[in-house]
């Protein structure tokens, strides 16, 4: 790995490229538009939607960003309801030999009656830049759902409210603080429609906006498109019994295309 590809991992950590932290192969073809989507995870999304669930699930995902031999991202995530409450744990690893980034965090999120779930999720964060050092911190992420009807879903979420962050040797890292408003339309059980307006603190607002379409039993098609800066996705999953497979590969016009693929089960 030479300096100059280090030096670009940073630049673009430090812009919005890459600073969200994976939130699965189905909600990314779906332009991130997760707020008031329901998903294993929405762990690293609105962690109130993780009480969509009707079971224990497990799940794997792992990216490879395309300018990069090595820069990769590996995450696992865990979620078990238990009446109205919902316990998940994640675990995101960003990076290359040089440079890594871990986020691990534990979530607990609550229905109240068929309409309002409220979740929290407390996380930290460990990073590793040879030469430069190491430093960990902590941060918290809060969302509420709420369902205006069978069809009709609201989510808001944010993601490090007390803008936490940490210092390596000679380098600050971002952590974003974000807020994002989302609502999602179901018109029938084959489609799934999703819109997220989005404000880093520190940055412009975004917008995204994504679909989910059960072409068969077996098989979704996924797309979707956020504005800032203007990208593209697309995306499959298949369906079998207990066991999910997603793919998802965006477009980004300086990174270019980042593929993905998801595996869960549910137990």
């Excluded at 990314?28 to 009480?51: F, H, Q, R």
Aim: hydrophobic share 40%; charged share 15%; net charge positive.
């Amino acid at each position: 790995m030479t300096k100059n590809l280090l030096t670009l991992i940073l630049t673009f950590l430090f812009t919005d490229a890459l600073a969200q932290y994976n939130q699965g192969a189905r909600l990314k073809a779906m332009a991130n538009a997760s707020a008031a989507v329901n998903d294993v995870w929405s762990l690293n999304a609105n962690p109130a939607g993780i009480t969509g669930l009707k079971s224990s699930m497990v799940a794997l995902n792992y990216a490879r960003y395309l300018f990069g031999d090595e820069l990769s991202e590996q995450s696992f995530a865990f979620v078990h309801p238990f009446g109205n409450n919902f316990a998940g744990l994640s675990i995101n690893r960003y990076g290359i030999s040089e440079f890594n980034e871990i986020k691990a965090g534990f979530c607990f999120a609550k229905k109240f009656g068929d309409d309002l779930a409220i979740g929290v999720k407390a996380n930290i964060h460990q990073i590793k830049i040879t030469n430069y050092g190491n430093a960990t911190t902590f941060s918290v992420d809060a969302g509420v759902n709420y369902s205006l009807s069978k069809q009709i879903g609201l989510g808001v979420f944010v993601n490090n409210p007390s803008s936490q962050k940490y210092k390596a040797t000679n380098v600050e890292t971002y952590i974003p603080a974000a807020v994002h408003f989302g609502a999602s339309y179901t018109p029938s059980n084959k489609v799934l429609l999703a819109i997220n307006v989005s404000k880093d603190l520190e940055r412009k607002f975004d917008v995204a906006l994504g679909v989910d379409y059960k072409f068969y039993e077996l098989l979704s098609l996924r797309g979707g498109l956020s504005a800032k800066p203007f990208k593209q996705y697309f995306g499959i999953g298949l369906n079998y019994q207990k066991w999910i497979l997603d793919i998802a590969v965006e477009s980004h016009p300086q990174i270019g295309y980042t593929p993905q693929i998801g595996l869960s089960y549910a137990l």
